[in-house]
């Protein structure tokens, strides 16, 4: 008995001796500039655009005004139709990719992965460019009778979310086929033998055990949509600026890094929000495995 609690501290030693590494840069470069931005969240501006002594709520104060809330709300749509339209599209992308031959599914994984290829950059300005008065979209509707030759595609949240979910798929694409590609699909091929329609199997086999997946791809793309600021910058224009953008007004052009870190915490603790979410529902999902698997 002794030795196998002396083995298992020693081998709790050995882990926390190993993940040492880890937990200090984590510590060094994620906590503690997260710590000094809501510290600095709380201290007043100076007028040389550094931060002056003492403390303050007023930086904090002045977020709960409308125009501040009318983008935040922004953001957070955004945001979350982004994500559900690049769900939405990715998950029959990856199941077909699975259930694909062997052949297929890497010249589709290849094309999936083909825009990594490209500069982040240079695609958004390629959309800009497709999307600009005299582009090529703009020019085809025009001659299709869908939109004017006064309307534009530009500098608005619909071009926004155009480019991000171009931007973002393929993020959700490749952790829905991981999931998929382990999936057993013969559990969906049960269920229509025993009556299920081919979207009933879909929705109540294939969807449940692919469900971490789900999650990952949900937080894979959420999160940066959460905190962009190049392609509301390009393409969105006043009626398409999110919290990212108003973060780097903040700090360049008013030379506020108060309101800035407090902009900066409001974002830090949407981010926080939906991971804490999932964690919890892991653990619950986790206890209701565990007593499952107790059961007689």
């Not at 083995?7 to 926390?16: L, M, N, S, V």
């Not at 997260?34 to 003492?54: D, E, H, K, Q, W």
């Not at 700090?251 to 964690?279: C, G, K, M, Y």
Request: aromatic share 10%.
């Amino acid at each position: 008995m002794r030795n196998s609690v002396t083995g298992a501290k020693r081998a709790r030693r050995t882990e926390w001796l190993v993940s040492l590494p880890t937990l200090a840069w984590l510590g060094l470069f994620i906590v503690v500039p997260t710590v000094l931005v809501f510290v600095i969240a709380f201290r007043p501006a100076n007028p040389y655009g550094g931060i002056g002594g003492g403390w303050t709520l007023d930086t904090v104060r002045s977020l709960w005004t409308p125009s501040y809330l009318a983008i935040a709300w922004r953001t957070l749509w955004i945001s979350l139709l982004t994500t559900a339209i690049c769900l939405v599209l990715a998950v029959p992308t990856g199941y077909s990719i699975a259930r694909a031959s062997a052949k297929w599914r890497n010249r589709l994984l290849m094309l999936v992965i083909i825009p990594f290829w490209t500069s982040f950059l240079v695609r958004v300005f390629a959309w800009k460019s497709l999307l600009h008065p005299e582009g090529l979209i703009k020019k085809a509707l025009e001659a299709l009778g869908l939109v004017g030759t006064t309307s534009t595609l530009l500098y608005n949240p619909t071009a926004v979310v155009l480019v991000m979910v171009y931007t973002f798929l393929p993020f959700t694409i490749l952790p829905i086929y991981a999931a998929a590609e382990k999936f057993d699909f013969r559990l969906v091929e049960a269920a229509r033998d025993l009556g299920a329609r081919p979207f009933q199997a879909f929705r109540r086999v294939f969807l449940p055990g692919i469900r971490r997946g789900l999650l990952t791809a949900f937080l894979v793309v959420f999160i940066p949509a959460l905190g962009s600021y190049i392609i509301p910058d390009l393409v969105g224009g006043p009626d398409g600026e999110m919290l990212g953008n108003k973060i780097a007004q903040r700090v360049f052009t008013d030379r506020n890094l108060p309101h800035a870190s407090a902009l900066s915490a409001v974002l830090v603790l949407a981010v926080l929000a939906p991971l804490i979410a999932v964690l919890a529902l892991q653990r619950k999902n986790k206890k209701s495995d565990i007593i499952m698997g107790e059961a007689p």
